[in-house]
């Protein structure tokens, strides 16, 4: 992974704002498809400005204009390449979900089980004796 390019990997909403932050000296960056690595958008970097919790100085790539649901991912001269992420309606809905399932799987006093991604999680009934309203 990239860690001069940080971008929210888990996905966009094709309307709402599209900012990753990038720690390099370039410019410019390109927003291109994962499929074919067509690019799809190019722009210009925001002026850096000096982070005050890791002293590099960070700059923003704007591509809230990339409304077309796909597979994507930014290059940056002089950074390289992102994870890629996604531009979908739903993109938050598998995660939701994630987490849903987490707070299910977390639960103690009963013993829980669940398939997530074709792995089991279980465990037996915990804390049966020690909690209090």
């Known amino acids: 992974m990239n860690q001069k390019i940080c971008v929210n990997s888990i996905g966009f909403l094709p309307n709402a704002s599209k900012k990753a932050s990038i720690v ?10 994962a499929t074919d690595n067509a690019v799809l958008h190019t722009g210009i970097l925001s002026d850096p400005i000096q982070s005050i919790d890791t ?19 930014i290059h940056v001269p002089d950074a390289g390449q992102s994870a890629a992420f996604d531009i979908d309606e739903n993109a938050y809905q598998f995660p939701f979900y994630t987490v849903m399932r987490a707070m299910y799987l977390w639960r103690s006093g009963m013993a829980v089980s669940g398939t997530h991604n074709g792995v089991t999680f279980s465990h037996a009934a915990s804390h049966l004796d020690d909690g209090y309203l």
């Open 55 to 73: 002293k590099e100085h960070v700059s923003i790539a704007d591509f809230s204009a990339v409304t077309e649901p796909g597979r994507y991912y």
């Open 24 to 33: 390099a000296e370039s410019k410019d960056f390109t927003i291109c498809r």
